[in-house]
């Protein structure tokens, strides 16, 4: 590593390098002319050769982003940098240099082939999105201890694996180790791994082994249950349903709400609150299931829906390519007639047959694609109508069952009224109950009309709540509706139509001047 | 023995005499008519018996014709003359015996219409240890069809042939039906009519479902090479879609139109496309390596795109396209040729398949076991030969004398030993020196031969006259040898003669 390094000048990734580079290393004869005509293209070039360059640091690469096999090995690269935007790299080489911190390589996620190879390393890391991984060279650096080959475990896909030459390889059995904690790897340090050698890792490390599985397998498990969690909490999201399944609402009710919550301090209204919410819950979870029930439907709906417009356009498909595809073969018939007739009035006739047939299939594909504008646009109206039909019936519902829901706060607020102003009476006469109230809620009960004021701002709070609530489902729903309603429009009939238009118009001005090359050809002929 | 010329008359049916009967039975007891019994005896004898038969034995008496002396080819011939016929009501059948016909036939099944027999509908004919694998041939009369079926494991994995009687060559109508799970290439069905060829793919690693190949008139070629193949004129390639590539490089149909120098390529729709895009090259004239300067590919394409926007290649990625369409193109032409060639070569022979544990039949084995023999023999002669007096043909001459040799007549042995020895030198010397000029000059006259009508001769022709060459300086080369080596070794051996005799018992004394 010391090499060169002291007597030569650290090359840079300059234009030069890189067009020399992949002009020598690119295709040759008359490819290669053809090549160097045209000019170098960086995007388009699969592998490319840096070695033995002296190349300090990596730079300018970024514009290879097709490239799927870069060689940088024996240079001088102290850091991994720039290669982000290569995101095609199927093998990379970055052996012999100086490297000492594996980085920078996140978003190269198709790589299979990775060489470290003599090297600084000492930590194996920053690699978690490389898990295409087949191959990977860490031979000859500085690794001292086995267990952090432990890393390499979540590369299902590992293969072969080179650690030789570390100091952690002083340990005879490292090969063992390596085998017993890579179950799926077929070769180490460029050896196969024998069966012999296999069981025998297996009995030495078993225990190790069985634990490491244990705890990966529990692991893998609290993702997937936070996974699964995470599903319905989109899920919820997505029918405007969250927080109604359980206590979600009731809570934020209180949250913001610092009078009710001192209020349950005292026992009487505890109870009070603790019976409203369980008829609140009782309720909110009515809505939370209708609330998906209804989402369910919607969804149905326009998956029936969507389903509708995909056949309707299959077929037209179908139907436009049938003819397109007769047009073909007349085409395919008629043009040799063309070339080989030598009767001008004969040859004239023909084209006038060939231009009247392309105007006719041009007029006929416009003709289904018309038909089939006028098919999606009365199949999206239907639809519409449905799903506000569906829309109202849903709100109607929603409102009913949130003026349910308001009427047990009314009613849980008039009990409360009514439970208050009997802790007032004892407050008022000092009764010996009293005193086990806190500071704060005594002085709630000062006068009637603070109580009162605690009561109807808890109070409208929690109606706030509510109709927030509300809002957000019945708002939501229409939001949604309109944005599907605005995409189907905008994809299904504006975009789809233009394009098929413009393919139309392009296929129809291709047929053209096929047939006016061909007179090219022709006139010659002729004369 | 008892004298049976009277018939059964003087018979004596006394049955322990041995003198009469033959030994049959252990017991000497004469059987004696039993009479009717009631049942209560029966069971008695019959426990009796039981307890007896133990010892009883019956002795089975010899045979008294020979044994029967049927030799393995005997054997294996199953009829006389291997042969059988065997007639049913509208049916005739003959029966061969395997390795009896030279083209495998075991047997020939004829049915015929009427009763007569003498208008044929079918015939059936029953192959074994073919090489070729076929099984059954059955040819009907009606349609002219023949059918051939092939055992499982042949070559190209052909089970079923069709063919018109009339027309056997490999240019004629025929279906060919395969093992497409035995095949690489996956190939179900062939089709033969006289200017094209139909292949049905399945489950084949490149996507490829059918290839339709066209040919044109035979061009005329004088010379020696007569059997020139036809030109194809176009083959025509459907692909499935391969759902791991995109689709614009998901070619669905590719043409190569060999007789106008154009490859036309059509790919598979894109989802929400009407109309498919399609590439049309024009091959290039001399589109080599050797050639300087470069070519600008745009001339030679006419290429469609449904959507107008999609980039435009390179004219570098054109050219590597069409190089590697043209190398596809040879590819697709050679094998064709070699599909057909496959079956001209398959038509032409007809050997049987032997085992190799059939040392009767297997002319490999046979031969071995032939050579070994010889060489035990040789080595026999060679014992015996060694055991031969080298002077007794010089000394029987003065045998006729008194026992001891005189001084002359022994230095006159030896002479004429010596004189015989180096004449038979001197004559090998001579034989080999003409052999090798023999050589030499037909080797000269081939050479003029070959100059003279080096150019109009055929492949197969120049490729025996080089062969024949190879061989003929290769046995000269081995003449030289032995000569020089003769050379070296003449004087060394009549040396050694002369010692021998100057030591030999017989003349030693006397010399």
Redesign the interface.
């Known amino acids: 590593m010391s090499r060169l390094h002291d007597t030569t000048e650290p090359a840079v990734v300059s234009e030069d390098m890189l067009v020399f580079a992949v002009e020598s290393q690119g295709?040759k004869?008359?490819?290669g002319?053809?090549?160097k005509?045209?000019g170098v293209?960086f995007s388009?070039v699969k592998s490319l050769r840096l070695d033995y360059r002296n190349i300090l640091r990596i730079d300018n690469v970024w514009r290879f982003t097709n490239l799927t096999k870069l060689q940088l090995d024996n240079n001088i690269i102290a850091k991994i940098e720039g290669l982000d935007m290569l995101v095609n790299l199927v093998w990379l080489d970055l052996s012999f240099n100086n490297i000492e911190k594996i980085e920078g390589l996140d978003t190269l996620v198709k790589l299979e082939d990775l060489s470290l190879f003599n090297n600084r390393i000492s930590l194996l890391e920053n690699m978690e999105t490389l898990t295409n991984l087949h191959i990977v060279s860490l031979g000859n650096n500085d690794f001292n201890d086995l267990n952090s080959l432990l890393y390499l475990r979540q590369f299902k896909k590992l293969k072969t694996v080179c650690i030789s030459g570390n100091p952690m390889c002083m340990n005879e059995d490292y090969k063992l180790f390596t085998t017993a904690h890579l179950p799926n790897l077929d070769y180490i340090d460029y050896r196969a791994i024998t069966t012999e050698m296999r069981t025998q890792a297996n009995e030495k490390y078993r225990d190790i082994v069985e634990e490491l599985i244990a705890e990966e397998l529990s692991e893998s498990r609290k993702q997937e249950e936070a996974l699964i969690r995470r599903q319905q909490e989109t899920l919820h999201k997505a029918a405007f349903v969250d927080l109604l399944d359980g206590s979600g609402l009731f809570d934020s009710m209180y949250e913001s709400d610092p009078d009710g919550n001192r209020l349950q301090e005292i026992p009487e209204i505890k109870e009070l609150v603790d019976s409203f919410r369980e008829q609140f819950v009782e309720q909110c979870h009515q809505i939370f299931e209708f609330g998906i029930k209804e989402h369910n439907r919607r969804q149905e709906e326009t998956d029936q829906f969507l389903e509708c417009l995909e056949e309707a356009?299959t077929e037209n498909?179908h139907l436009?390519?049938q003819q397109?595809k007769t047009f073909l073969t007349y085409k395919k018939t008629v043009f040799p007639i063309m070339l080989q007739t030598q009767d001008v009035d004969e040859l004239d006739s023909l084209m006038e047959a060939y231009n009247e047939k392309l105007s006719k299939i041009s007029s006929c594909?416009t003709g289904l694609e018309l038909q089939l504008v006028d098919q999606l646009e009365e199949t999206i109206k239907e639809f519409e109508r449905n799903i506000s039909d569906m829309i109202t019936a849903y709100v109607e519902q929603v409102q009913a069952m949130f003026a349910q829901c308001r009427e047990l706060e009314n009613m849980h607020n008039e009990k409360l009224v009514e439970q208050c102003a009997a802790v007032l009476d004892k407050v008022i006469h000092n009764s010996p109950e009293v005193e086990a109230l806190t500071e704060d809620l005594r002085l709630l009960f000062v006068d009637k009309d603070s109580m009162n004021n605690a009561i109807s701002s808890s109070h409208e709070n929690h109606i706030h709540e509510i109709d927030t609530k509300e809002d957000c489902m019945i708002t939501g729903v229409n939001d949604w509706v309109a944005a599907f309603i605005g995409r189907v429009h905008e994809e299904e009939e504006v975009k789809?139509n233009r394009?098929?238009i413009?393919?139309?118009n392009?296929?129809i001005d291709?047929q053209t001047e096929?047939l006016d090359?061909l007179e090219l050809e022709e006139a010659p002929v002729d004369q | 023995m008892q004298d049976c010329s009277h018939g059964l008359k003087d018979v004596v049916y006394d049955l322990g005499d041995c003198t009469k009967w033959e030994f049959m039975f252990p017991s000497n007891e004469k059987p004696v008519l039993q009479m009717s019994q009631s049942g209560e005896q029966l069971a008695d004898m019959a426990d009796e018996e039981e307890f007896e038969e133990v010892e009883k034995f019956i002795d089975m008496p010899h045979s008294w014709s020979q044994p029967l002396q049927i030799t393995r080819k005997e054997f294996q011939l199953r009829c006389p003359h291997g042969k059988k016929t065997v007639l049913y009501k509208r049916a005739k059948l003959e029966k061969y015996t395997p390795y009896l016909l030279s083209d495998g036939m075991v047997a020939k099944l004829y049915i015929y219409k009427d009763d007569e027999m003498h208008s044929l509908s079918i015939t059936r004919e029953f192959y074994e240890n073919r090489i070729d694998h076929l099984e059954r041939r059955q040819h009907n009369m009606d349609t002219g069809f023949v059918t051939e079926y092939f055992k499982k494991g042949k070559k190209n994995a052909l089970r079923e042939h069709y063919y018109k009687v009339r027309s056997q060559g490999p240019e004629s109508e025929r279906t060919m039906i395969f093992d497409s799970h035995m095949r690489v290439d996956g190939l179900v069905r062939r089709e033969e009519l006289a200017t094209e060829m139909t292949e049905h793919y399945v489950e084949s690693t490149d996507f490829l479902v059918y290839k339709h190949t066209k040919f044109g008139k035979r061009v005329k070629i004088f010379g020696p090479s007569s059997k020139s193949a036809r030109p194809i004129s176009c083959i025509e390639e459907k692909f499935k879609r391969n759902p791991e590539r995109s689709v614009s490089t998901n070619l669905a149909l590719r043409e190569f139109d060999i007789a106008s120098d154009t490859i036309r390529l059509t790919y598979h729709?894109e989802p929400?496309?009407?109309?498919a895009a399609t590439q049309e090259f024009i091959k290039p004239p001399n589109?080599?390596?050797k050639?300087d300067?470069?070519?600008n590919l745009f001339e030679y394409l006419?290429s469609?795109q449904?959507?107008?926007h999609t980039p435009k290649p390179?004219?570098?990625?054109l050219?590597?396209q069409l190089?590697s369409l043209i190398k596809e193109e040879w590819k697709a032409q050679a094998r064709v040729i070699e599909i057909l060639n496959e079956r001209r070569r398959e038509e032409a022979r007809t050997e049987l398949d032997i085992s190799i544990y059939d040392v009767e039949r297997n002319e490999k084995a046979r031969k071995q076991r032939l050579a070994q023999v010889q060489q035990e023999k040789e080595d026999k002669n060679r014992e015996r030969e060694m055991d031969t007096d080298y002077l007794a043909p010089f000394l029987t001459r003065f045998s006729s004398s008194e026992g001891a040799l005189k001084r002359s007549q022994a230095l006159r042995v030896k002479d004429e030993c010596l004189q015989d020895l180096k004449q038979r030198l001197i004559d090998k010397a001579n034989l080999i020196q003409s052999r090798f000029e023999q050589e030499t000059n037909e080797l000269q006259k081939k050479q003029q031969w070959y100059q003279q009508c080096q150019t109009s001769m055929s492949k197969e022709d120049e490729e025996e006259y080089l062969s024949y060459c190879s061989a003929s300086m290769f046995r000269i080369h081995i003449l030289e040898h032995r000569l020089n080596k003769h050379k070296e070794l003449a004087p060394q051996r009549y040396m050694a003669l002369e010692q021998k005799l100057r030591n030999d018992a017989r003349l030693a004394d006397l010399l």
């Open positions: 295709p004869g008359m490819a002319r053809i090549a005509e045209e293209n388009h356009k498909r436009c390519v397109v594909l789809r394009h098929r413009m393919e139309i392009h296929f291709y096929e090359n | 729709h929400d496309c009407v109309t589109l080599d390596e050639r300067g470069t070519v006419s469609y449904p959507d107008p390179t004219n570098l990625q050219y590597q190089d």
